[in-house]
């Protein structure tokens, strides 16, 4: 049976762009993308002393499972180039599972509902972009929602 899955792909490093689309195609390999937000250039947040990001949302139907999806997504970083030197540092590409289903999961490899989403107007205004109405299954809002709830701040300005 396959879920919709929903993923945020950020980069920061060489072609941004480039880099979103080549991780955008490897993930055909793993289920039906069904849609791609539009690309937003959004500052850095933590560690803010980096380059702008670039990021987007996908939903993807897939029939992996939580655990065998996130393996896969690490193996598309690493084979992108991701090395992990410094936490929430520079990266080529960073491929995090937000919603998987209604899925909730606090395994030691992933976290389903994606632990931070709420708070990252990076996350959460993609995801509006194509997915307004799903629903955060610990939270019971709409990303719509939850990105409204957001205090000002986080620069996010869509380019594509």
């Not at 941004?16 to 947040?45: C, I, K, M, W």
């Not at 002393?49 to 997504?73: D, G, I, R």
Request: charged share 25%; with cysteine; proline share 7%.
């Amino acid at each position: 049976m396959d879920n919709l899955v929903y993923l945020s792909l950020g980069s920061n490093v060489g072609d941004r762009a480039h880099n979103l689309d080549e991780a955008v195609r490897r993930l055909a390999g793993l289920g039906r993308v069904q849609s791609v937000s539009s690309f937003y250039e959004t500052e850095p947040v933590e560690v803010t002393e980096q380059a702008w990001f670039l990021n987007c949302a996908v939903a993807l139907k897939t029939a992996e499972t939580p655990e065998s999806l996130m393996s896969a997504l690490l193996g598309i970083e690493q084979a992108m180039g991701r090395r992990r030197t410094q936490a929430k540092g520079p990266r080529t590409i960073d491929i995090d599972i937000l919603l998987f289903g209604d899925a909730v999961l606090n395994a030691p490899d992933v976290t389903i509902p994606h632990p931070a989403m709420q708070n990252r107007r990076f996350v959460l205004e993609p995801l509006a972009e194509i997915a307004p109405e799903a629903c955060h299954p610990l939270l019971k809002k709409t990303i719509r929602e939850l990105l409204h709830e957001l205090p000002p701040g986080q620069a996010v300005m869509r380019k594509s």
